[in-house]
């Protein structure tokens, strides 16, 4: 891996009809991501208190080209089609990272 970090805010609206579903799916796809993807450095999936159908996910890739691969794995790809019909927004947001740590 080379290059530059990728960092991402996601904000995403799910149909309350749908919320458990959503989230066992992205919990599977996030779960594939870190444990099979070595350019994915992390995936952090956090719901607005009192709102549990506004989902934030901070996504860290180690680059553009790691990101890219991650668009094209079997369960990204699973995850998209299974939650399109669920999702009512979803803002993509790049950021960039200021301090982030973590322990090991």
């Known amino acids: 891996m080379s290059g530059k ?6 904000e995403l609206e ?11 799916l992205l919990t599977e796809e ?9 350019g994915v450095i992390s995936l952090n999936a956090v719901a607005i208190k009192d709102h549990p159908n506004k989902i934030r996910i901070l ?10 691969a991650h668009l094209q794995t079997p369960h990204f790809l ?4 299974e ?3 669920m999702v009512t927004s979803l ?3 790049d950021v960039d990272p200021i301090v982030m740590r973590a322990k090991p």
Do not use: C, W
Not at 30 to 38: F, P, W, Y
């Open 78 to 81: 699973k995850y998209k089609t």
């Open 30 to 38: 996030i779960e594939a991501s870190v444990a099979l993807e070595d």
């Open 91 to 93: 803002t993509l947001i």
């Open 83 to 85: 939650t399109s019909g």
């Open 59 to 68: 996504e860290v890739y180690a680059d553009r080209q790691a990101y890219e």
């Open 14 to 24: 799910i149909d309350p009809d749908t919320i458990e579903t959503y989230r066992a």
């Open 5 to 10: 970090p990728v960092v991402r805010m996601a």
